[in-house]
């Protein structure tokens, strides 16, 4: 058995487990927790509530239900899940039970409480209502009992002008006997009704009373609702005991709550003082009764952490065996799944363990099942490799046993990043956040994180990469905070007698600086133009070489999955377009480079012409094929060779275009004389199935990858698309990969501009001015180095590394048609919750 | 087209929410899954636990479609008002989202809508009054669409008159309240007149408001209209075989709308048995299954219900009109029906009836 390496991704084996239906529940909860294994839905056409395990499921439900949001309403925060609650051992069906009791007990108790607080609540309310109803009814009462005079004045008066005798009579019985005879009723109204109320009264008694109302500045809390209610008392007088009766109905009718006071001031007051006494106490057991609910709630929230980790497990387990079968006699679960081949002995080994531990002597089985089934992709990754495989995922899934391109990442991403970021001083404030993240990692992996600070903690061994990569390039770019080091002897020296403002030439001491860009560079006026050009060709040397190395891993493919025709068909046409084109540009280039072209002869003249642009050259290799204009002649023979290459790169494209079509054409017309005997064969696989389970049956017939029909003509205009956006991507992704010098270059310049307009002016000052302006400069040029040019010029070089590796690394041989090997565990099932 | 070019400016937002729920309504597979609720597999664990128990898969069924999980937090067992319940408070909220976001004509439009449930509480509460239910009760059952704010105090009015003058003079329901004040006592024969005389009042009205809007509004909320008229003219006419209604006031409640009118609401008011209604009816060929009852089991209700269903299905049809927000509420209320209809048929183990849901999409 091959070594597991990030190369391809790891074999697969479907197999099936025949597991006793009694040791089910302690069989799932091995494998959940040695999450080895995907299981394949055997019941797709089953309804979601028509599965086995359903009522199991809808039962663990219940029990999570009611807790959470009592403690949300009394504000308890549960304990964090902890690493001992984390690993809490599913449990046996028995211990199920007794937790769903204890849950159900707690439950009713907390409901018992619930009501008898909600009781008190509401009969607070009431005596609430009561007291501001006696309170401000006092008021209203004095009021009425001042004005009670002028009205029996005006009454009088009315009644000795206009009104009938007879009547006037019995009337004035009535207020000579008992004063103006006014009932009246009093209550309390919510706000937002009290418009409506007056209005329907008005109406239905036709202005026949006469009504005052006041706020409850007092916030009221219904019981219910738990919702804040402002609500008004009013007091409404009026004539005759029918017109009482009916505002009572109104009022009533309206959501109104009437409470009957006394007539005589002093019983009211004496009312008034009973009921602040009642309040009192009601206050009282008010606050005892929350204080013994808080009180549970506590203890339940202590428990409750590991309560629904058990759960939840309990549920996962579930879910999974809802996606297992019956067999004939229902008294086997049978599950079929994805495992690495690898894999199988762990999992038999749990298997056996669950079987022991349960104690039965029937144990689970596990077969190998041959199938043609696309296999999902499993990576195996360790912490280090996982975020590299993620930027990778993230594209797309690679095709069951394809060449990972995140083994290359691991080193190409970082590099293409630091080459865009190369400073010293950058890499270093970056180096040192990535060991705090990496040497600190378990201790901020238990810690609760934001989703921010959670993705820099989840890349940080690339990050740690990337800023050892920037280390590196900003010193060959010898850039520091874009200053320079001189740390090896300089190879210019700078005439020592110039006056003011005069241009001066460094003078070469024929030496070389022994490690990337001579210092002197910094600072001249042409430094610009240097770095340019160097990092310009620097990128397109990169880019070549990257996309080369793309092409090349198509042969690992070609010949994995058996099409070694394939290699001469497509990759070698490819590899030669490539080359003939852009590897002959990277070889001018270098050629360019090794070339001393302002050598002179012993007379004094120059040996060489002046150097030629390389772009015309490129240019004109395809505008003037096999001609050179001696001017711009790089090397002798130059001519006669772009003439080949051009050849060769145009031969390549029908080659491309034509040869894999109708080698595929060939080949299936040679195998459909061959099906017959290719039929058997598969029969004799579903034979196999067959004998295995039935009702799986039927769907893995539909399952199973048929056998891709062929036609010309579709293969014809898929190739063509193919050759043609090869071509032409040759081209635009070589120029895409000059974004590595515009990023560079752009991070460059922002780092001088930043350094000069924050920080450098201060050094011209002297005095107390240079210290304050020294502390303010520094402290601003640090904190814009952190965000702009770390954090924000670090992002965009990672989001362009991204796009190099998704679309020109990925894009010249990656499928990534496949799909994620999800295994059961109940790690993911907790941390998904 | 002018009011098409300009039509999303005042309610394309509406329209678009509007849409948005549309896509909710359930469809037959859906309906198909709610009936299976009860079939092979599930039968299983289903029959021991009992009818509570196979409301439980309805709710479990629903938390998959656009209703989610509006009854998660519900304990179980969950009974059939609940889901009813729920389901309506949702159509409520939904629509007041609408309301609140619509602008005239559409608001107004919106507001005729909910006429139609104030006049059934309206008629729900002077009924229950009258049979002195308690008051709570009555305003719990009451749609809460067609709540107003002075609604309650309808409990208090004993005579017609006082019933306007202190509660309904307020509401918009109040013109067409403005033909029954003749009848002077409130009884059982009164209110029913009273419901159909306000009823007639409303579709008149707003038929009228529709024409007035013009365009694909009017055409679609006409057909939708008539029919409703006509729906009412032959519930009245079959209805009133037997008592003591003369056929003069009959006459009175059909509404002057509809396809049948005027010939087949002459013809309608001499009618005495349910064969001339039937003949009256002939005309129209739709109209001539309602009264065929040898199809299947369905009641003429059901029928009627159906071909409701089929109108407000054409809404959707059009582009630029407000009959969808018409069409919206009634297919809603549709859905409810349906979906109280199965979870009733499993509470109370009658699964041969089961499938005369009307299925919607």
Redesign the interface.
């Known amino acids: 058995m091959s070594e597991s390496t990030l190369f391809r991704s790891e074999e697969m084996s479907l197999v099936q487990l025949y597991i006793p239906s009694e040791i089910a529940q302690p069989t799932v909860t091995e494998l959940g927790e040695l999450g080895l294994v995907q299981f394949r839905d055997l019941n797709p056409d089953?309804?979601?509530?028509?599965?086995?395990f359903?009522?199991e499921i809808?039962r663990l439900d219940?029990m999570e239900?009611f807790f959470e949001?009592q403690l949300e309403k009394s504000e308890i925060n549960t304990r964090a899940l902890t690493t001992a609650t984390y690993y809490a051992r599913a449990r046996s069906a028995q211990e199920i039970d007794d937790l769903e009791e204890r849950l159900r007990e707690h439950e009713v108790r907390i409901l018992q409480m619930n009501t008898s607080h909600e009781k008190l609540q509401r009969k607070y309310l009431q005596l609430t209502e009561l007291r501001h109803v006696l309170r401000e009814t006092a008021v209203f009462f004095e009021q009425a009992e001042s004005r009670q005079d002028s009205i029996r004045n005006l009454f009088d008066n009315q009644e000795t002008d206009t009104a009938p005798l007879l009547e006037r009579d019995v009337e004035q019985a009535n207020f000579d006997g008992t004063g103006l005879n006014l009932g009246y009723v009093t209550g309390v109204i919510s706000k937002d009704?009290l418009p409506?109320f007056q209005?329907?009264l008005w109406?239905?008694l036709r202005g026949n009373l006469y009504m005052n109302s006041a706020e409850i500045d007092e916030p009221i809390t219904d019981p219910v609702t738990d919702e804040v209610l402002e609500k008004n008392v009013f007091i409404i007088f009026a004539h005759g005991r029918e017109i009482i009766s009916?505002i009572k109905?109104?009022s009533?009718?309206?959501?109104g709550t009437i409470y009957s006071i006394d007539e005589s001031p002093d019983k009211r007051r004496d009312e008034l003082l009973e009921v602040t006494s009642r309040i009192e106490d009601l206050h009282n057991v008010l606050s005892n009764t929350n204080q013994t609910r808080r009180a549970e709630l506590l203890k339940i929230a202590e428990n409750l952490t590991a309560w629904f980790t058990i759960v939840k497990k309990e549920k996962a387990i579930y879910h999974a065996m809802n996606l297992f079968n019956y067999d004939a006699t229902r008294k086997c679960l049978i599950a079929e799944g994805w495992c690495a081949t690898r894999d199988i002995p762990v999992v038999q080994n749990a298997l056996r363990t669950a079987t022991e531990s349960s104690g039965s002597n029937v144990s689970s089985i596990l077969t190998e099942l041959r199938t043609r089934k696309k296999p999902p992709t499993f990576h195996r990754t360790n912490k280090f490799t996982e975020g590299f495989q993620s930027i990778i995922d993230a594209y797309g899934i690679a095709r069951y046993r394809e060449v990972n391109p995140g083994l290359f990442t691991l080193i190409t991403f970082p590099f293409l990043f630091a080459v865009m970021f190369g400073d010293t001083g950058h890499g270093a404030l970056m180096l040192i956040f990535a060991l705090y993240l990496v040497l600190n990692e378990k201790k901020l992996a238990r810690q609760e994180q934001d989703e921010i600070f959670s993705m820099f903690f989840y890349g940080r061994y690339i990050i740690l990469l990337m800023s050892i990569f920037s280390l590196y390039t900003g010193a060959l770019y010898n850039d520091v905070f874009s200053q320079s080091l001189t740390l090896f002897k300089t190879g210019f020296a700078w005439p020592s007698n110039f006056t003011t403002g005069q241009t001066v030439e460094a003078i070469s001491l024929n030496q070389t600086y022994a490690f990337g860009l001579d210092p002197t560079w910094h600072g001249a006026d042409n430094a610009l133009l240097f770095t340019n050009s160097y990092k310009m060709k620097q990128a397109i040397i990169i880019g070549v070489v990257h996309m080369t190395f793309a092409i090349c891993l198509n042969i690992f493919n070609h010949i994995y999955y058996g099409n070694k025709m394939f290699v001469w068909l497509e990759f070698l046409p490819q590899i030669l377009f490539m080359e003939s084109i852009f590897g002959y540009l990277i070889c001018l280039i270098l050629y360019k480079w090794s070339v001393n072209w302002w050598e002179l002869d012993a007379s004094g003249n120059h040996i060489r012409n002046s150097p030629p642009s390389l772009l015309n050259t490129l240019i004109y290799m395809f505008l003037q094929p096999g001609y050179v204009d001696p001017k711009d002649q790089l090397f002798p023979g130059q001519g006669p060779l772009q003439m080949f290459l051009i050849l060769i790169a145009v031969v390549c494209v029908p080659w491309m275009l034509l040869g894999k079509p109708y080698y595929l054409k060939a080949r299936h017309s040679k195998h459909q004389y061959e099906t017959v005997a290719g039929d058997e064969d598969v029969t004799f696989d579903h034979e196999e199935e067959q004998d295995g389970h039935t009702s799986a049956n039927e769907h893995h017939a539909i399952d199973d990858e048929e056998e891709e029909e062929f036609e010309f003509s579709e293969e014809m205009i898929h190739q063509s698309i193919h050759t043609i956006e090869f071509c032409l991507n040759c081209i635009s992704n070589t120029a895409s990969y000059l974004r590595l010098w515009a990023l560079s270059l752009a991070h460059a310049q922002l780092s001088t501009v930043l350094w000069e307009m924050t920080l450098k002016i201060w050094f011209y000052y002297t005095g107390a001015l240079a210290v304050v302006g020294l502390v303010f400069g520094f402290s601003l040029w640090f904190v814009l180095t952190c965000a702009i040019l770390l954090g924000m010029e670090g992002l965009s070089a990672f989001l362009h590394a991204l796009r190099l590796h998704w679309v020109e690394f990925a894009g010249k041989h990656y499928l990534g048609d496949g799909y994620k090997f999800e295994p059961f565990s109940f790690a993911q099932a907790l941390s998904t919750q | 087209m002018a009011s098409a070019a300009v039509w999303n400016a005042d309610n394309g937002f509406v329209d678009g929410i509007l849409r948005g729920y549309k896509s909710g309504i359930l469809n037959s597979s859906h309906y198909l899954?709610l009936t299976?609720?009860e079939?092979?597999?599930?039968m299983k664990?289903i029959s021991s636990?009992g009818g509570a128990d196979l409301n439980?898969?309805v709710r479990?069924?629903l938390s998959?479609t656009d209703y989610g999980n509006f009854l998660q937090?519900e304990?179980?067992p969950i009974s059939t008002s609940t889901i009813s319940e729920k389901l309506t408070q949702r159509l409520v909220a939904e629509f007041d989202f609408l309301r609140t976001q619509a602008v005239q004509p559409l608001a107004k439009f919106l507001d005729y809508i909910t006429y139609s449930y104030m006049i059934d509480n309206v008629v729900l509460l002077i009924t229950g009054t009258l049979h002195e239910r308690d008051?709570h009760e009555l305003l719990d059952r009451c749609h809460p669409l067609g709540v107003f704010?002075?609604m309650?105090?309808?409990?208090?009015a004993t005579t017609v008159s006082?019933l306007y003058?202190?509660?309904l003079?307020?509401t918009p329901l109040a013109p067409y309240f403005a033909n029954c004040l003749s009848a002077q006592d409130l009884d059982e024969l009164n209110i029913e007149i009273i419901r159909n005389t306000l009823y007639k009042a409303y579709l008149e009205d707003f038929y009228d408001f529709c024409q007035k809007i013009g365009g694909p509004t009017a055409e679609i909320m006409g057909d939708i209209l008539q029919f409703e008229a006509d729906r009412r003219t032959i519930n009245i006419t079959i209805n009133s075989f037997g008592t003591e209604l003369p056929k003069e006031d009959r006459k009175k409640l059909y509404p002057n709308i509809g396809r049948l009118f005027p010939e087949g609401n002459a013809a309608l008011a001499t009618a005495d048995d349910i064969d001339q209604v039937k003949s009256a009816c002939e005309v129209f060929s739709e109209y001539l299954i309602f009264f065929d009852q040898a199809v299947g089991e369905s009641t003429m209700e059901d029928k009627f219900f159906a071909h409701e269903v089929f109108l407000n299905r054409l809404a959707w049809q059009q582009q630029f009109h407000f009959g969808t927000f018409y069409a919206y509420v009634k297919l809603k209320e549709q859905e409810i029906r349906n979906i109280v209809w199965i979870s009733e048929c499993i509470s109370q183990n009658q699964k041969d009836r089961i499938s005369s849901y009307i299925s919607i999409f």
């Not at chain 1, 309804?47 to 086995?52: G, I, K, L, V, W």
């Not at chain 2, 309650?152 to 208090?156: G, M, R, S, T």
């Open positions: 089953v309804n979601a509530f028509q599965r086995s359903v009522s809808r219940e239900r949001k009704r409506t209005r329907v109406r239905s009916k109905k109104i009533e009718s309206l959501g | 899954n299976q609720c079939t092979v597999e599930g664990y636990a439980e898969n479990l069924q998959a937090n304990p179980s008051t704010d002075t309650p105090a309808l409990c208090v006082e003058n202190t509660v003079i307020e």
